[in-house]
């Protein structure tokens, strides 16, 4: 829907992410006074939740077009983050390849590993594709665990920071620019590539997979080719952590992990990547909310101190789901596109 006295004269016109002139301008304003103000003037922190926040919007774009547009679930998504970090920590710090060279090799990486692990989604689907998945990740963590010095096993993988000729990007601020120019660039190839024939053909896959094969879609090319593309999202997502964390260990990439981006899409809407936007902000800034406070409940209430962050972090998960399940099942991307609309509207709201 466009604002009233705006007119399409072009296909291009009507086909553009950005539609109006004033939109541009706001584009570039938020993004401006983001990285500008937010990058400048925000404490450690906040910069922290930022970074955080930014890494997972990479890897949950991944599952977006996997789960939200192909159909395909995946409940190992943090395994092939995983895959994408071990194989930069590898080349960097036993090979000492410049981080730049090492980041398209883990994209690579990460997206063979999850084309070999989506051919099952060949052959089956729902319930035992998501155990497949859930094995994948198991099976990885094994494979890294038992990888002796090239891994670093049980005592991790030290990652060196990345370097710009001069420049060595070793503090929250600088990672911040880093990591948010690699969120705007994702972001944009994930918007166009479903925008494409391809990205129209994995909602057909997802819509109905035999009535697409009808219409001349290679099914099994484009199961394998979306869990490639997730797959590879999620290795520059794990590219990006890897020198973040500055030491790569197992634990970071537990199960739940991948549960709770399930959880982004369920809270920010299938099927849209504005909604991968509103669903990793809101939780992860509420997780790390939550880890703040129950540290200070703890100081209050003593008795409490043994593990109150982790459940506290449980509870919070499986509500938060579960009311979005049952009163908001579209997610807040819904809610988000029913308020522009309504304001588009006012004050005609027939």
């Not at 049980?154 to 000729?165: E, Q, R, S």
């Not at 190839?189 to 494409?196: H, S």
């Not at 030491?247 to 899409?265: C, H, R």
């Not at 369920?266 to 939780?283: E, P, Q, R």
């Amino acid at each position: 829907m466009r604002p009233c006295g705006t007119f399409d004269e072009r296909y291009g016109q009507d086909m553009a992410i950005v539609r109006t002139r004033f939109q541009w301008v706001m584009l570039i304003v938020g993004i401006g006074l983001f990285l500008g103000v937010y990058g400048q003037v925000s404490g450690y922190f906040m910069l922290c939740i930022a970074n955080t926040i930014g890494i997972t919007i990479i890897a949950a774009l991944g599952l977006q077009i996997l789960l939200g547009y192909c159909g395909q679930i995946s409940i190992g998504h943090m395994a092939f983050v995983a895959v994408g970090a071990y194989t930069t920590g590898m080349l960097t710090y036993h090979l000492g390849w410049p981080w730049i060279a090492a980041f398209p090799v883990a994209v690579v990486a990460s997206a063979l590993v999850g084309v070999a692990f989506g051919i099952p989604a060949l052959r089956i689907k729902g319930f035992y594709l998501a155990l497949s998945t859930m094995a994948a990740h198991f099976i990885i963590m094994w494979a890294i665990l038992h990888g002796g010095e090239i891994t670093g096993g049980a005592f991790g993988l030290p990652v060196p920071p990345p370097k710009f000729g001069a420049v060595v990007i070793n503090s929250e601020r600088a990672f911040f620019y880093l990591i948010m120019a690699f969120v705007l660039m994702m972001t944009f190839l994930a918007k166009n590539l479903v925008r494409t024939k391809l990205g129209r053909a994995f909602i057909a896959v997802r819509d109905n997979d035999v009535a697409a094969e009808f219409m001349g879609i290679n099914i099994v090319s484009h199961k394998l080719l979306a869990f490639g593309i997730a797959s590879g999202f999620a290795g520059a997502a794990g590219a990006l952590y890897a020198p973040y964390l500055g030491n790569l260990a197992v634990e970071q990439f537990a199960f739940i992990e991948s549960l709770w981006y399930i959880g982004y899409l369920i809270v920010g809407g299938m099927g849209s990547i504005t909604g991968v936007y509103f669903g990793v902000t809101s939780l992860v800034t509420l997780k790390h909310l939550i880890m703040v406070g129950s540290s200070e409940l703890a100081g209050i209430v003593p008795a409490l101190s043994s593990g109150i962050s982790a459940a506290l972090m449980q509870i919070f998960f499986g509500t938060v789901i579960a009311l979005f399940l049952i009163f908001e099942p579209l997610g807040l991307h819904h809610r988000w596109e029913t308020a522009k609309s309504s304001i588009r509207l006012w004050p005609f709201p027939y």
